[in-house]
């Protein structure tokens, strides 16, 4: 099978695609943190219930979750009126829908790595610095970043990988319009709705060597052993 270059439409929704996945995984690192921090440290009733909420994503189908955020952001839900208010109109079928839709989809694929990687670090390590006087940001930075950069690391590219591969919830909340909404995998889907098989391969068989990739980083590299150590 031939194998055509790609068009202006594919590397739109490849450069569109990218953008996303950055500013999604930098807003979920700033925004996971703490959450996994809290979810590592705390005893409070309200763990469970906050990290299942956290976890959804893992288990409803995108087009659920995509459909309750269209409500809530379109003009009669409370962020769409809120948004409204403060001038910003509504958020459905824009490029920051998409990125708010993204933090809510791929949130678990950040915040689990991060908590994992808290709750080892221990308390040990936490004693010794407030011996020494060390303010919770100092402790932060100095004690708690150093030891949990590994699943800063995973944390980073699960999150970034996921939202690449976003389809069900860019769907739902951007629609299919080019060079704003329309990322990687609707251009796929578009290339087979279209029956350009050759497209779809094209595009499809990046995305795949892409996750294969990811993969290979986060199972078998040697940087992983030394994360690890």
Known sequence: MEIPALDDASLSAIWLTLKLASITTVLLLLLGTPIAWWLARTRSRLKGPIGAVVALPLVLPPSVLGFYLLVAMGPNGPVGQLTQTVGLGVLPFTFAGLVVGSVFYSMPFVVQPLQNAF???????????????????????????????????????????????????????GGNIPEKTRVLSVQIYDHVEALEYAQAHWLAGGMLLFSFLVLLVLYASPLRQGWRG
Do not use: K, Y
């Not at 080892?120 to 100095?142: K, M, N, Q, S, V």
């Open 119 to 173: 709750e080892a670090i221990g308390e040990r390590p936490l004693e010794a610095a407030a011996t020494l006087r060390a303010g919770p940001l100092d402790t932060f930075f100095t004690v708690v970043f150093p030891l949990a950069r590994p699943g800063f690391v995973t944390a980073s590219i699960l999150g970034f990988a996921h939202t690449v591969g976003e389809f069900g919830v860019v769907l739902m909340i």
